[in-house]
Structure formats: C-alpha cells, structure tokens
C-alpha cells in the first residue's frame, strides 16, 4: 500500500493558524486572517478571477483553488455569474468541513496541496490567494524554498495559467510575520523558470502584488 506524504512544516503551521482564526470569526475576511475589512477580500477574490478567461464566463473552466479556505472565493464567482468547475483543497479541517457543508456545486479536498497526489489531474487555472503572504514564525530561507515548490506545482498542474500574491517590499514598515518579495526579483524568477508570458498587478490598495502567469 503506497504510504501518504506527511505534511509540509510551514504546511503544518499554516493549518493550526487558520484553523484557529476560522474558529475565532468563521466564515469571514477575519476568518482568513485578512482583517475585519470585507473590501479586501473582495479585491483579492476579483484579482483572482481576473486570470480567468471572461468571454469564456458561461463555459465551464476548471479552476484548483490552493489554500481554498471556507471556500469563500467559489460562492464569489457564482455570484458574479462565472462558471466555474471548482475544486478547493486546503489544511485547514474546520475549514473544509464547512465548505462542503455550506458551498454547493464545487469539490473540496482536506490535505497539503504539495504532497497530494492528483493523479494526473490538470486545471485549466490554480490560483493561491494570501497563503504567500503569510510565514508566521518560518524564516525567510524556508519560505522562499516552500513558495518556489508551491508555485512550480501549481504552473505543472495547470493547462492555462495561474495567479497568487505576495506582499510586496515597497512599503515603510515590515510585519515580521509576513512574507515580502521585490516584484523584479519575483517577475524575474518566474521568466526564467516558468514562462515568458507573465504579469504582475502592483497597481491595486493593498500592500501586496498579483502575479500571473500563462502557458
């Protein structure tokens, strides 16, 4: 019987504190520890699903939403009249288990997107929103070794494109319980060893950057 991968640390860490934030706020941008302000979820949600074809909306595209959370971004898109053939796959057990009892018509998986095995499964996007903004008490070295692993993942999964954020070093004060990039240094990174038809969206509020990058 082929034995399941343990979860990775920083995975690890991540699960316990987003389990303990969803536990405190539920279903909410406090939830997700993006702060009692619902704007900016919106604004990464809308981010987000801008890498998705829009004159294709009413066809069904398949998207992979890493660190899925409650699930918050699917019910979204539903809203906003995008069909999407979701799958949603995170850590966070209380989580999951909310989204699958309370978001409908998508699929939810409880486990660490870098060691689940999707046996041969692609998306047409994957998308990763906030996980790399976050390293809690890793260090930097650490967390530049599991953001590369988690973005090359992602671009070998997806048939497309795929977007994530990171916050970005062009701000007066470093949490240091975040996890900066320079934009450049990023942009270069994933020229050089993803593809050549890359964008970043440095332009919106938030202390952070959008990057997407297509097949």
């Known amino acids: 019987m082929k034995q ?3 979860i990775n640390p920083i995975s690890s860490i ?5 389990e303990k934030s969803f536990e405190k706020f539920g279903p909410s941008s406090a939830g997700v520890d993006w702060g009692q302000d619902k704007t ?3 604004i990464r949600y809308n981010n987000m699903l801008d890498l998705v074809e829009k004159p294709q ?3 069904k595209q398949s998207l992979l939403d890493v660190g899925c ?3 918050g971004l699917a019910a979204y898109a539903r809203q906003k009249d995008i069909a999407l053939n979701y799958t949603g796959i995170d850590v966070a057990t209380n989580m999951i288990r909310w989204a699958k009892k309370n978001i409908k018509q998508s699929k939810f998986i409880e ?6 095995d999707f046996s041969g499964a692609t998306y047409d ?3 990763c929103n906030g996980i790399l903004t976050q390293k809690l008490d890793c260090s930097l070295r650490e967390m530049d070794v599991f953001a590369k692993a988690l973005i090359h993942k992602m671009y070998s999964l997806c048939k497309k494109g795929i977007a ?3 916050m970005t070093t062009y701000v007066n004060f470093f949490a240091p319980n975040l996890y900066y990039k320079h934009p450049a240094e990023l942009l270069s990174y994933c020229l050089s060893e993803l593809s050549t038809k890359v964008k970043i969206d440095h332009a919106y509020g938030l202390y952070e950057f959008t990057v997407y990058v297509y097949r």
């Open 57 to 59: 909306a009413r066809k």
């Open 4 to 6: 399941k991968p343990s």
């Open 69 to 71: 959370g409650f699930g």
């Open 164 to 166: 994530f954020n990171i």
């Open 125 to 127: 996007y994957i998308i």
């Open 14 to 18: 991540l699960k316990n504190h987003y």
């Open 111 to 116: 486990d660490d997107f870098l060691a689940h």
């Open 40 to 42: 900016r979820m919106l």
